[in-house]
């Protein structure tokens, strides 16, 4: 057997290992660099005084059915739901902490107590009609939508959009930040990653979770497969879900954080909607405020992924309402992606799908001269590489577990610090390729 496929089968035989085993209390992910004591930023210098409850209180939109398993705890589990639901879930800590003990352990590098996640009270507040959407055909011959769905469906968006503006009003970035997981997560992990993002840039965002019904139980390659598929399902509800949520008034931006398997659905719902926006003769930046757009170890093909970021470029026929062949904005800040060559989950990923690479294994050394000239033209992507010690079991999740990958990101979201500047000390290896610096 080749050395190669020995060694992803290998891994494989440990995922499967893994599969079956019971998942210890989740822990606060590690303090970021930007904030450990002495010598580091306040991570609540401006709202100590305000932000008094521990524990947080987060948005949830989801396309997960209900959770059907009696021996579950969870609201929704991993079958798909013909509808979009939404409301809000509490991320506790655990054991019980005070505000004044947590602003001390969320600025240690070594911390003197342990601080664990627990799904605590979630409430569904609406849902939007199911689907497809009930049609009526006129006598002219014409179709037209039940009216009595429609007001459902105008309802249920006023009552998001509602719940976003009263929580714009006491965000200090008047932003929405928006996450979306990737394979073998539940709700409760989804929420837990986004309470720990949101702690750490400062509680000062709206902060937001879509969940899809990605697979976490049962036979690793089966599932992996249902999650592909479940992951294509999802693209239309987060298309709608990011509409809805650049229009909420009062929202200054969005940042759109997504992980492994859930960048793919990410990049294919701001891609569609992009594509939707120049149709109709807008820029998308204007569209959608659209502040950063992060791909965090991406589980894409990579000529898929650079096919879903420059095909619309490529394509003069469908932007032809801009003059002289100028092309539309998309972002109002920058794509960034973090990739590791290590990274132990992509390896099976591209075992299984017999890609070339994944898009989060990239090394600069991956991109040829000339797609680095046409970033480096466009002005508005980072690929970022991190080859340091594995934090994780799989080297996959270093954007929580690694302190210096999680200050970085804090920098670029929080800060709006640009690659190479004080703070982001990285290594520029071409010109839109950067490389964490070694220890």
Excluded at 33 to 46: D, E, K, R, S, T
Excluded at 149 to 165: G, V
Excluded at 405 to 433: C, H, N
Aim: glycine share 6%; aromatic share 8%.
């Amino acid at each position: 057997m080749p050395r190669a496929r020995s060694k992803v089968l290998s891994i494989l035989t440990a995922v499967l290992l893994l599969a079956g085993c019971a998942t210890p209390l989740r822990q606060l992910m590690p303090t970021p660099i930007v904030y450990q004591q002495p010598g580091g930023l306040q991570i609540f210098a401006q709202a100590a005084d305000q932000q008094l409850n521990p524990n947080l209180d987060l948005i949830y939109i989801t396309d997960r059915g209900p959770e059907t398993d009696p021996e579950s705890t969870l609201p929704y589990g991993q079958t798909r739901a013909r509808r979009i639901t939404f409301g809000t879930t509490q991320v506790r800590l655990t054991p019980a902490i005070t505000w004044n003990a947590l602003l001390e352990q969320s600025q240690r590098g070594q911390r003197t107590r342990a601080i664990g996640l627990e799904l605590g009270t979630t409430k569904e507040s609406g849902h939007f009609p199911d689907e497809p959407y009930q049609l009526h055909q006129l006598p002219n011959g014409l179709i037209e939508r039940d009216r009595a769905e429609m007001a459902r469906h105008q309802e249920a968006k006023q009552t998001l959009s509602q719940e976003i503006e009263r929580r714009l009003k006491t965000s200090s970035s008047k932003k929405i930040l928006l996450y979306v997981h990737g394979f073998n997560e539940t709700f409760a992990s989804a929420a837990y990653t986004t309470a720990e993002l949101c702690h750490f840039l400062g509680r000062e965002d709206v902060c937001t979770f879509f969940t899809w019904p990605a697979s976490s139980t049962g036979n690793f390659l089966t599932s992996y497969t249902t999650t592909t598929e479940s992951a294509d399902y999802a693209v239309e509800h987060l298309k709608k879900t990011i509409r809805l949520l650049a229009r909420v008034p009062g929202v200054e931006g969005l940042q759109l954080l997504a992980h492994s398997r859930g960048t793919a659905v990410m990049l294919r719902a701001v891609r569609e909607l992009g594509l939707e926006a120049i149709s109709a003769g807008q820029e998308p930046m204007v569209a959608y405020r659209i502040d950063n757009l992060v791909l965090m170890s991406p589980d894409i093909d990579v000529d898929i992924a650079g096919q879903q970021i420059t095909g619309f470029l490529s394509d003069p026929d469908l932007v032809t309402v801009w003059p002289e062949g100028r092309l539309p904005r998309m972002l109002k800040g920058r794509m960034t992606i973090y990739a590791s060559p290590e990274d132990r989950a992509l390896r099976v990923s591209k075992f299984l799908f017999r890609s070339r690479n994944r898009m989060g294994q990239l090394r600069p050394e991956d991109l040829p001269p000339k797609t680095r000239t046409y970033f480096a033209t466009l002005g508005k992507l980072d690929l970022i590489t991190y080859q340091g010690d594995r934090t994780d079991f799989f080297g996959h999740s270093y954007f929580t577990t690694n302190p210096q990958v999680s200050s970085d990101l804090i920098q670029m979201i929080r800060y709006g610090k640009k690659p190479g500047e004080p703070g982001r000390e990285l290594v520029q290896t071409s010109s839109v390729t950067w490389r964490f610096p070694t220890p």
